[in-house]
């Protein structure tokens, strides 16, 4: 096994433009497969609640749901840093809570670091939280928990004055401790621009190939989740036809009584069923 990738290699992979590499998981056998894959960075998004708990949206996914999952993914992580997601209001109501909270999530889930979304109004967390050793990414452009203040998942900081708040806000992130920043269906100029602007490095998701690294969600790049298929997803694969057909082998087999074959049963030892026979009888008898 190579060595857990720690916020360190992190900004060497940015300084030696080694692409970074981050995928979604939400249990353990993705996390195990991930893991032994290759990926530097998963990722326990709230999407899970989309994905994995067939919510509409981000909105409903709780501390303890995040803290569920991460549990999971961290025990099937060997070298990748594991990062959890922050749950739409577990980190507005107050920064204690929001430091319990995120603590909550090392402590007792086993991440390396938590995920917040938004800018300006959280930099003063970020800071709090990086002071007292919570490894924080960023999270710019598209946040989804935003959903009904965006009205809808469109592309974000189109003029001038919006692209010129995302790069203050990934600056200010930056100088709160921010280790990493994902940036979320932007322009890929921009994204360019920030990119080259940061020291820390820029995870993009639909914000072009400039970022330092990429992330998409795994259920998406495998073709496992077909609600909405944004642009800026590429399929890699197509699990849904090759699991349909295997569950739909199984059916066959099993009505046609193909499945379980001797292959796949247990036999007695020799001489066990006849005492046994001989056991019933037996009770038969005396009954
Ligand atoms: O929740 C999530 O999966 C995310 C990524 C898409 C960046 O935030």
Known sequence: MSERVTIQSLKEMKSKRQRITMLTAYDHAFARILDDAGIDILLVGDSLGMVALGYEDTLPVTVEE??????????????????????????QVSDEKALENAGNMMKLA??????????????ELVKKMTD??????????????SVHQFGGYGLQATDTKEAKSLLEDSLKLE?????????????????DLVTARLTIPTIGIGAGPACDGQVLVTHDLL????KFVPKF??????????????VKSYIDDVRADIFPSAEHSYRMEKGVLEDLMEA????????
């Open 280 to 287: 019933i009888d037996e009770d038969l008898r005396k009954a």
């Open 223 to 226: 073709g496992m989740f077909e």
């Open 233 to 246: 997803v590429k399929r890699y694969a197509n699990l849904k036809v090759v699991i349909d057909q295997a």
């Open 132 to 145: 007292t050793g919570i490894p924080v990414m960023g999270h710019l452009g598209l946040t989804p928990q």
């Open 175 to 191: 100088e709160a401790g921010a280790f990493a920043i994902v940036l979320e269906k932007i322009p890929a100029e921009l994204a």
């Open 66 to 91: 995040m803290i569920h999952h991460t549990r999971a993914v961290a025990r099937g992580a060997r070298r990748a840093m594991v990062i959890a997601d922050m749950p739409f209001m577990s980190y």
């Open 110 to 123: 086993g991440a390396h670091g938590v995920k917040l979304e938004g800018g300006a109004r959280i930099v």
